[in-house]
């Protein structure tokens, strides 16, 4: 059966539609996500959420001559569907395929790639600001998730407020209850309030006000102080209006000819408005309406043997922390909102005043373990490598300037992680937090290493930043890990002519590059090299001097990652070294694929290792001297 959305040829064909044809695409919509997400994996619950929302918004601005900003943009696949993409949908953050996320390069209706929260109404601000400028017309909507409000989208908030420029946010309320007045009264209040009709009438009342003889001033100034009364205690959302918004709602957010009304309403304001929709995750989806928060995200297939269930590189480090805080009462557990991605429920569920979730506030996080830690308790910060860049100057300000004892930062995700592409790839970590005074950075090669650093970490009087990938956790068919010693390396093949230095998660690629290479008649020395800061010459001299090649491994940006600072550290200390090969990610974004697709990619496999070496020993036996 051909579906309604299959004869979309453009969405600008949606003002055309009845309202009892976006219905039918609303469910369409649903369906295709719902048939799609099982095989690529993706945002489930926040896109089914959002699905009458999306229609009604095409159905009354004229987008991309109008200008939509979504939020996350993790709630972009109906978005996408409307917009020209529904043939490759079946790609969706696939090698080759379209993003999860919006993409300026797919489409010209997506602006932003929006993937960190909180960015939506700084950008849109932008947007508005830019059309005074220019003397443009330009309808401007943000699409704003109360999960993502965070201290960015309040700033955002309180300058477009001053500005009071014409921009619309919407807030999609799916959790929390902002307010609970929803009903026909509401409705019809909002319609009134929103309406030409009312405001002409605040109009009229205040001219009339303003001519009055003599008691003019002090009526209107009455006036001003019974309706702000009067709205604080009768109109829901008194918070956004003292920003200076015109707050409505809240609308019922999968009402089309409620939502299609509002905004058409909304639209021809000329100041800045706050629509408060509420919308129910999961939507058309009894399993992800009955529980959003497991259905987040779905991930897509992989081959895996049934007798075997590894865990995860978050699950061992969040196993290993509820341990050391059995047997210390200092620790404490801080993340921001990535309780679940970090595998710290248990730990909240045990230690219910030694585990605070800050929300979205990166910074916040980072600037309160420096409170918790100068009063004498071990905090642990647990965030996603690519949302720990948010907090950079909470880290050098509030932590490593301040001269306390340890923060340990647990970053979660650092390296590669697939298939939600570059917004949240954490391969910056080294390099923004290296050149920070006092700070040690650390890299596991298995979970039985992971658990031994983070025991290391407590004991330390620096902040300690111990980086760890996503997925599983390897099984290398490793000796058990040497004692952990400040900067000390490990090494665990000894060999000859070449030298493979892995951090953390390349040594697993590194492991299994060895039998390649020896195919080829080489016998490579490995080593682990567990830190990369410090580095001590006195115990990687002897590696660089006795071989002839040496080849750095990270999953981390080449520019200012562990690399580099091994040449920094053969230059300012003298060291004789062999030639130095650095293998990682070039100074570029990586799309989105799987990750082991994403390390093929780049060379950064155990074939892709492999044949590097031996490519630079062939360049370089030919230059060799005579």
Same mark, same amino acid.
């Given at each position: 059966?051909?579906?309604?959305?299959?004869?979309?040829?453009?969405?600008?064909?949606?003002?055309?539609?009845?309202?009892?044809?976006?219905?039918?695409?609303?469910?369409?919509?649903?369906?295709?996500?719902?048939?799609?997400?099982?095989?690529?994996?993706?945002?489930?619950?926040?896109?089914?959420?959002?699905?009458?929302?999306?229609?009604?918004?095409?159905?009354?601005?004229?987008?991309?001559?109008?200008?939509?900003?979504?939020?996350?943009?993790?709630?972009?696949?109906?978005?996408?569907?409307?917009?020209?993409?529904?043939?490759?949908?079946?790609?969706?953050?696939?090698?080759?395929?379209?993003?999860?996320?919006?993409?300026?390069?797919?489409?010209?209706?997506?602006?932003?790639?929006?993937?960190?929260?909180?960015?939506?109404?700084?950008?849109?601000?932008?947007?508005?600001?830019?059309?005074?400028?220019?003397?443009?017309?330009?309808?401007?909507?943000?699409?704003?998730?109360?999960?993502?409000?965070?201290?960015?989208?309040?700033?955002?908030?309180?300058?477009?407020?001053?500005?009071?420029?014409? #921009?619309?946010?919407?807030?999609?309320?799916?959790?929390?209850?902002?307010?609970?007045?929803?009903?026909?009264?509401?409705?019809?209040?909002?319609?009134?309030?929103?309406?030409?009709?009312?405001?002409?009438?605040?109009?009229?009342?205040?001219?009339?006000?303003?001519?009055?003889?003599?008691?003019?001033?002090?009526?209107?100034?009455?006036?001003?102080?019974?309706?702000? #009364?009067?709205?604080?205690?009768?109109?829901?959302?008194?918070?956004?209006?003292?920003?200076?918004?015109?707050?409505?709602?809240?609308?019922?957010?999968?009402?089309?000819?409620?939502?299609?009304?509002?905004?058409?309403?909304?639209?021809?304001?000329?100041?800045?408005?706050?629509?408060?929709?509420?919308?129910?995750?999961?939507?058309?989806?009894?399993?992800?309406?009955?529980?959003?928060?497991?259905?987040?995200?779905?991930?897509?297939?992989?081959?895996?043997?049934?007798?075997?269930?590894?865990?995860?590189?978050?699950?061992?480090?969040?196993?290993?922390?509820?341990?050391?805080?059995?047997?210390?009462?200092?620790?404490?557990?801080?993340?921001?909102?990535?309780?679940?991605?970090?595998?710290?429920?248990?730990?909240?569920?045990?230690?219910?005043?030694?585990?605070?979730?800050?929300?979205?506030?990166?910074?916040?996080?980072?600037?309160?373990?420096?409170?918790?830690?100068?009063?004498?308790?071990?905090?642990?910060?647990?965030?996603?490598?690519?949302?720990?860049?948010?907090?950079?100057?909470?880290?050098?300000?509030?932590?490593?300037?301040?001269?306390?004892?340890?923060?340990?930062?647990?970053?979660?995700?650092?390296?590669?992680?697939?298939?939600?592409?570059?917004?949240?790839?954490?391969?910056?970590?080294?390099?923004?937090?290296?050149?920070?005074?006092?700070?040690?950075?650390?890299?596991?090669?298995?979970?039985?290493?992971?658990?031994?650093?983070?025991?290391?970490? #407590?004991?330390?009087?620096?902040?300690?930043?111990?980086?760890?990938?996503?997925?599983?956790?390897?099984?290398?068919? #490793?000796?058990?890990?040497?004692?952990?010693?400040?900067?000390?390396?490990?090494?665990?093949?000894?060999?000859?002519?070449?030298?493979?230095?892995?951090?953390?998660?390349?040594?697993?690629?590194?492991?299994?590059?060895?039998?390649?290479?020896?195919?080829?008649?080489?016998?490579?020395?490995?080593?682990?090299?567990?830190?990369?800061?410090?580095?001590?010459?006195?115990?990687?001299?002897?590696?660089?001097?006795?071989?002839?090649?040496?080849?750095?491994?990270?999953?981390?940006?080449?520019?200012?990652?562990?690399?580099?600072?091994?040449?920094?550290?053969?230059?300012?200390?003298?060291?004789?070294?062999?030639?130095?090969?650095?293998?990682?990610?070039?100074?570029?974004?990586?799309?989105?694929?799987?990750?082991?697709?994403?390390?093929?990619?780049?060379?950064?496999?155990?074939?892709?290792?492999?044949?590097?070496?031996?490519?630079?020993?062939?360049?370089?036996?030919?230059?060799?001297?005579?």
């Amino acid at each position: 059966m051909t579906r309604l959305l299959h004869t979309l040829q453009s969405s600008q064909d949606l003002k055309k539609f009845s309202v009892e044809n976006l219905g039918i695409l609303a469910a369409d919509i649903r369906q295709v996500i719902l048939e799609t997400l099982p095989k690529t994996g993706g945002h489930l619950a926040s896109n089914l959420g959002v699905v009458e929302l999306t229609l009604a918004l095409y159905h009354v601005y004229d987008f991309p001559h109008d200008r939509l900003v979504l939020d996350v943009g993790h709630q972009c696949y109906p978005h996408k569907l409307l917009t020209g993409r529904l043939a490759r949908f079946a790609t969706l953050r696939q090698k080759g395929g379209i993003s999860g996320f919006p993409s300026p390069w797919e489409s010209e209706h997506d602006l932003f790639i929006t993937g960190h929260a909180g960015t939506a109404v700084s950008t849109a601000l932008g947007l508005a600001a830019a059309n005074d400028v220019l003397g443009e017309k330009r309808k401007i909507v943000a699409v704003v998730g109360d999960g993502s409000i965070c201290g960015l989208t309040f700033e955002g908030l309180n300058h477009c407020g001053e500005l009071k420029k014409n #921009l619309v946010v919407i807030l999609n309320d799916n959790r929390m209850a902002i307010s609970p007045t929803v009903g026909a009264l509401s409705r019809s209040l909002n319609h009134l309030r929103s309406g030409e009709a009312y405001r002409h009438l605040v109009e009229e009342i205040k001219h009339t006000v303003q001519k009055l003889p003599v008691l003019g001033e002090k009526l209107e100034h009455l006036g001003d102080r019974v309706l702000h #009364l009067l709205s604080a205690n009768l109109i829901p959302g008194q918070f956004f209006n003292d920003l200076g918004f015109k707050y409505y709602g809240p609308v019922d957010g999968h009402d089309l000819p409620e939502l299609i009304a509002m905004l058409h309403n909304v639209r021809e304001i000329k100041a800045p408005v706050l629509l408060h929709v509420k919308t129910q995750k999961g939507k058309g989806s009894p399993d992800a309406e009955r529980d959003p928060l497991k259905f987040y995200a779905t991930s897509r297939p992989t081959a895996r043997l049934p007798h075997r269930k590894p865990s995860s590189w978050s699950q061992c480090f969040a196993d290993a922390l509820t341990l050391a805080a059995r047997e210390n009462p200092r620790i404490i557990a801080i993340t921001a909102a990535m309780a679940q991605g970090t595998k710290l429920e248990a730990f909240m569920k045990e230690f219910p005043q030694r585990a605070l979730d800050t929300g979205i506030a990166e910074a916040h996080a980072v600037t309160l373990a420096g409170g918790l830690e100068r009063a004498g308790l071990l905090p642990v910060v647990l965030i996603y490598s690519t949302f720990l860049q948010r907090s950079y100057d909470s880290i050098m300000h509030d932590i490593c300037l301040q001269k306390g004892g340890v923060v340990v930062f647990a970053l979660d995700r650092a390296g590669l992680v697939g298939d939600d592409g570059a917004s949240h790839h954490g391969v910056f970590d080294i390099a923004y937090l290296r050149h920070l005074p006092r700070m040690i950075l650390m890299a596991p090669r298995d979970g039985e290493e992971l658990a031994a650093m983070l025991r290391w970490a #407590l004991i330390q009087n620096h902040p300690v930043a111990i980086r760890y990938p996503r997925g599983d956790v390897p099984d290398l068919g #490793l000796p058990p890990p040497a004692a952990i010693e400040s900067g000390v390396p490990e090494v665990l093949v000894r060999g000859e002519r070449v030298a493979l230095l892995a951090y953390g998660a390349m040594v697993e690629a590194a492991v299994r590059a060895l039998p390649l290479l020896r195919e080829h008649g080489l016998r490579p020395t490995l080593v682990n090299l567990r830190f990369a800061k410090p580095l001590l010459a006195e115990h990687l001299a002897p590696l660089l001097a006795g071989h002839e090649f040496i080849f750095t491994l990270e999953d981390h940006a080449l520019m200012g990652g562990l690399g580099s600072a091994l040449l920094e550290l053969i230059n300012s200390s003298g060291l004789e070294s062999g030639r130095v090969v650095r293998l990682g990610i070039p100074d570029a974004f990586v799309t989105y694929a799987d990750r082991d697709e994403l390390l093929a990619m780049l060379k950064l496999d155990a074939k892709g290792i492999a044949a590097t070496v031996m490519e630079n020993i062939a360049v370089g036996t030919t230059l060799a001297p005579k």
